[in-house]
């Protein structure tokens, strides 16, 4: 692991989410969310994880999506975390 100004030993999970949060709130209103971890202009919700989350938490949720770390290119309703880097 990288070392981290805040953290002797980060973890790796909310690195991704801060990194997501910081972001997205840039341009978006956002907030954590009851479902799923966090719902932007109070009409999606996104579920932040590694290469293998799954839909499972957010399943039967409309505008749902997954951002996962460690892929490069998304498909359905999975989404790269680096491309939310762009938004700044």
Do not use: C
């Amino acid at each position: 692991m990288f070392p981290n100004a805040i953290w002797e030993q980060e973890k790796i999970g909310t690195v991704r989410e801060s990194f997501f949060a910081n972001q997205v709130s840039a341009v978006h209103d956002i907030k954590v969310s009851s479902q799923g971890y966090f719902l932007v202009d109070e009409n999606y919700i996104f579920e932040v994880g590694g290469k293998n989350k799954g839909f499972k938490q957010i399943k039967d949720m409309p505008n749902s999506y997954v951002v996962a770390d460690d892929i490069e290119i998304g498909s359905g309703n999975k989404i790269p975390l680096w491309l939310f880097g762009f938004l700044y």
